[in-house]
């Protein structure tokens, strides 16, 4: 038998090919340990699909809004992407269900149509999300028109198309920008009713929503199928969790969900969000319009056996903000928009003790958070259908122009980030720059480059595309038949021999 130094030939060869395949797999790991692990997505406002969070077009006397512009969206891809992906999540506005068969996610209209949603992207070589020049693609949600007719998007899911860049949308700086406009398909001036389109963004780039661009935002919940998505433990069997028929008390005949014991305790809604963007350096006065938020709480009226959920408890109460402007903001009129003042909690409020399943303690505030973790809050946001003005400012302080004074506005990441928002408060927005879009994770995605400094903990910068799950597996694949290959072949050899 062939020796070599004292070792047998064929173990030789035997060791060599373990250590080949070896090789192999110690290499794949460490690609796939640097690239693959990086979340593939930005999302507005966010990637998870039962969190209850969701951007919202609305309509119906009963559920007025102060915002009735379309959404403006600013979609970049890298240089090196031959490719582009934009996601809708929860597209459809199907009716309320009348069978089980026939339920829905999310969405709601009572006594009105659906609100259906168009999609237009453009390209905008400029980058300034003002691009208007020929249309790229089209998608209706109820695949009416565009390039998605007779294909409607679907419930609960993600809608996603994969387009190759367009070269007229390419900037100077060599990336792809496309401008993608959401407005209402099918307008309708009957004010009878409500309904509402619930729906969540997403790119395989960078996503944001451009500056000055007011939007709206909700935590949906309409039918028994959201009530159960959002506690995933809600058992309507248990009287600790849900009084029986014909009994109520304070909370609506629920548990209080801040009770551990209680089965609204577990949930994927928080009543937290974030909304983040970059301020240049060199800003006096940071401005963050908000609008509708109902800022107040209203507690159930003691007396049993009823309890009205009518008693304004004052412990929430909004005021007069002394800042803001008299005339409405040019964005809101034309909408259900009240001049600013003091609002009473009407509407309901946004701390509405009494329906425990909507219920988010306290009553919403918002952070404002700079570079570093500093932080300025603000503690008597808008009540119902009026827009207020919250912002900072390095001049002289003035209490009828700035809430707060401050030395410097550094350059860098800035986020909104509301808390105690109730489950069905359809909040607005607008702020002077471009609000970018979240990974999985709840991280801001951002272009480069970036402002210095950067912001404690840095976020999710893209440079170049990374591979996903599905690259992962090719990989493997490849890995293995490389080496199922490398193994009969020197099987054949030692044969052969």
Same mark, same amino acid.
């Given at each position: ?43 507005? !406002? ?66 009105? $149509? ?8 453009? $390209? ?183 309890? $009205? ?139 480069? !480059?970036?402002?210095?400094?950067? $912001? ?42």
């Amino acid at each position: 038998m062939p020796m070599l130094r004292g070792i047998p030939r064929y173990m030789f060869n035997k060791l060599k090919t373990c250590g080949v395949i070896i090789a192999i797999a110690f290499t794949s790991f460490f690609l796939i340990s640097q690239v693959s692990f990086a979340q593939p997505y930005a999302c507005i !406002p966010t990637c998870i699909n039962d969190d209850a969070k969701f951007l919202i077009f609305a309509a119906g006397a009963t559920l007025q809004t102060i915002n009735n512009q379309n959404l403006e969206v600013q979609i970049r891809s890298e240089e090196n992407s031959p490719t582009v992906e934009i996601g809708v999540f929860d597209g459809d506005a199907i009716q309320e269900f009348i069978v089980f068969e026939d339920f829905t996610w999310w969405d709601r209209a009572s006594n009105r $149509p659906t609100v259906e949603l168009l999609f237009s992207l453009f $390209p905008d070589p400029e980058g300034n999300g003002q691009g208007n020049g020929n249309v790229v693609a089209t998608w209706s949600s109820d695949g009416s028109i565009g390039d998605n007719m007779g294909d409607p998007m679907p419930d609960n899911e993600w809608f996603s198309r994969v387009l190759p860049n367009a070269p007229g949308a390419q900037t100077e700086d060599g990336f792809y920008s496309y401008r993608l406009e959401v407005s209402v398909l099918n307008p309708d001036p009957d004010p009878a009713g409500e309904a509402w389109n619930a729906f969540k963004l997403r790119t395989d780039g960078i996503i944001s929503i451009t500056a000055g661009s007011a939007f709206n935002y909700m935590a949906a919940r309409d039918n028994f199928f959201d009530l159960i998505t959002i506690y995933p433990d809600y058992n309507d069997s248990i009287p600790e969790c849900v009084l029986p028929p014909g009994q109520t008390n304070e909370l609506g005949g629920f548990c209080d969900p801040d009770d551990p014991s209680c089965c609204l305790f577990n949930t994927t809604y928080d009543g937290n969000w974030k909304f983040c963007m970059i301020v240049p350096e060199g800003v006096n006065t940071l401005d963050i319009w908000d609008g509708d938020l109902d800022y107040g709480s209203a507690s159930a009226d003691p007396t049993p056996p009823d309890f $009205p959920c009518n008693l304004a408890d004052g412990q929430s109460v909004d005021t007069d903000d002394q800042n803001t402007p008299i005339a409405l903001p040019p964005w809101s009129v034309g909408t259900d928009v009240v001049t600013q003042g003091i609002s009473t909690p009407t509407g309901p409020p946004d701390d509405l003790e009494c329906l425990a399943t909507n219920l988010r303690r306290p009553s919403i505030n918002y952070n404002l958070i700079g570079p570093g973790g500093v932080t300025y809050t603000n503690t008597d946001p808008s009540g119902n259908l009026e827009w207020e003005l919250f912002n900072i400012s390095t001049e002289p302080f003035d209490p009828d122009l700035y809430d707060i004074q401050v030395d410097n506005i550094e350059g860098g990441l800035w986020c909104i980030e509301p808390f105690g928002n109730d489950i069905r408060n359809l909040n607005s927005l607008r702020l002077p720059f471009d609000m970018f879009g979240l990974d999985e994770n709840g991280n801001p995605v951002l272009p480069t !480059p970036m402002p210095s400094p950067m $912001p404690t903990p840095e976020p999710i910068v893209r440079d170049v595309p990374t591979l996903n799950v599905w690259g992962m597996f090719g990989f493997g694949l490849i890995t293995l038949f490389v080496s199922i290959y490398y193994l009969k072949r020197r099987r054949a050899t030692n044969t052969a021999k």
